[in-house]
């Protein structure tokens, strides 16, 4: 699905024109999916570019970073009640070199002085999700053709340094597995050791024993054990979990 050019030329000038952003401060979002045993990320393509980008954007003045991060995943991909944590601050003085601002308006026919902001260094603060892609349709908006995911071990030609932004996230969500699962509702309400194990295995990208991932899992007191899950087949059956509510 395209967005009229004209459309996106005007909605890119009222952007340069802004007097209301922070300058040389943005955010971006890395968002995770997880579904049947594959673990994914969410990208754009900039239009006329042959570059996919994370969800990201600019801060308003008048907002919290977390705020802007949420606004952004909002208008780049109509994704919203997503659980976003911060995780990283990116500050290398080279991460922008290869402009993409630059490019793109250039193609759009878009005069900007070359000593605009958007054109200098950037300091982007990163926010990451896990969350079910199946669940979930994307958007494109005046910078972006097109919303797709990817596996994270299969990512394309990425803007700025947004391939390194992705791995320090993926790195964050691996230590951090066990808030990100109870957070995220990649799990039904009720669900089974094995299928709790098949979550931390795609996201870690690494195998466990059944009998040791069961005592590593029980030990955090996380879960609370139900009802036998009977399906009829002649196999044990299998305990159900849910997560313990904390609040």
Request: proline fraction near 3%; aromatic fraction near 12%.
């Amino acid at each position: 699905m395209k967005v009229d050019d004209s459309k996106n030329k005007q909605n890119l000038q009222e952007l340069i024109d802004t007097r209301d952003f922070v300058e040389h401060i943005s955010v971006d979002c890395v968002i995770f999916g997880f579904h049947h045993d594959i673990l994914k990320v969410l990208l754009l393509k900039y239009h006329d570019l042959d570059l996919w980008s994370l969800p990201g954007g600019f801060v308003f003045n008048d907002e919290d970073l977390r705020e802007a991060a949420c606004r952004v995943l909002y208008e780049r991909t109509h994704l919203s009640d997503i659980f976003l944590e911060q995780f990283h601050t990116f500050g290398r003085k080279n991460r922008t070199e290869n402009n993409v601002h630059q490019i793109l308006l250039k193609n759009k026919n878009i005069d900007v002085p070359p000593d605009h902001w958007i054109f200098q260094r950037f300091i982007t603060v990163g926010y990451c999700s896990l969350i079910d892609f199946s669940l979930v349709d994307t958007f494109p908006d005046a910078f972006n053709e097109t919303c797709a995911w990817f596996e994270v071990n299969k990512l394309p030609k990425m803007a700025f340094d947004h391939e390194r932004i992705i791995n320090c996230g993926l790195e964050h969500i691996r230590k951090n597995i066990d808030t990100q699962i109870v957070a995220s509702n990649l799990l039904p309400e009720k669900f089974t050791m094995k299928e709790l194990q098949t979550v931390y295995e795609t996201v870690l990208d690494e195998k466990f024993r059944r009998n040791n991932f069961q005592r590593k899992i029980l030990a955090l007191n996380s879960l609370e054990r139900l009802e036998k899950f009977f399906d009829g087949s002649a196999n044990k059956a299998p305990y159900l979990y849910k997560f313990v509510d904390k609040k």
